[in-house]
T-cell receptor, first 116, second 114 residues
């Protein structure tokens, strides 16, 4: 099955700096890669996702890049703010055109702290 | 309405109790999920329902029993739980189970087994 690795487990940055979080996956057939943000005591929420037919996607201060050859994808947050402090989970799945069941495999998560 | 709701928010139960967790969505999603999440860990998939039928059971102990009464509702019946079952139980839904669809999570039920 799929294995998603996420390193490091914690990251601390100064407000205004950029943060980069990297994940690797093992199954070359995986083609959908979402990132979830979970604030303390709250539900996981999708912040951005990317499919294997594109290499990069951007949404305001957040971007995701995908390197299919190396089987890794990264989350980039620019101009970090204290409210970006949360746990970030990467995930991978195989989107199936036939509708066959597909599971999300999550990484272990990284705790991002943004120092004011 | 892009929200998944869950009740109750908190639940404390003894090891001999029977209780149920409820989840509801009105987005017309045909896939619904139960996850278990321990502190500082990722959500761990328990069950997947597709078009109201159980499609994935991740070898969950029988003391957890899911039910999908209709396309908007998902229940998780709990019986004879163990203290190690204490966790945040998250419900999620997505348009379909074919993968590549955003999963919308509910706020979760914080379960404590005493």
């Amino acid at each position: 099955g799929e294995n998603v690795e996420q390193h490091p487990s914690t990251l601390s940055v100064q407000e205004g700096d950029s943060a980069v979080i990297k994940c690797t996956y093992s199954d070359s057939a995986s083609n959908y890669f979402p990132w979830y943000k979970q604030e303390l005591g709250k539900r996981p929420q999708l912040i951005i996702d990317i499919r294997s037919n594109v290499g990069e996607k951007k949404d305001q201060r957040i971007a995701v890049t995908l390197n299919k050859t190396a089987k890794h994808f990264s989350l980039h947050i620019t101009e970090t703010q204290p409210e970006d402090s949360a746990v970030y989970f990467c995930a991978a799945s195989k989107a199936s055109l036939t509708g066959a069941n597909s599971k999300l495999t999550f990484g272990k998560g990284i705790t991002l702290s943004v120092r004011p | 309405d892009t929200e998944v709701t869950q009740t109750p928010k908190h639940l404390v139960m003894g090891m001999t109790n029977k209780k149920s967790l409820k989840c509801e969505q009105h987005m017309g999603h045909r896939a619904m999920y139960w996850y278990k999440q321990k502190a500082k860990k990722p959500p761990e998939l328990m069950f997947v329902y597709s078009y109201e039928k159980l499609s994935i059971n991740e070898s969950v102990p029988s003391r957890f029993s899911p039910e999908c009464p209709n396309s908007s509702l998902l229940n998780l019946h709990l019986h004879a739980l163990q203290p190690e079952d204490s966790a945040l139980y998250l419900c999620a839904s997505s348009q379909d189970t074919g993968g590549g669809y955003e999963q919308y999570f509910g706020p979760g039920t914080r379960l404590t087994v005493t």
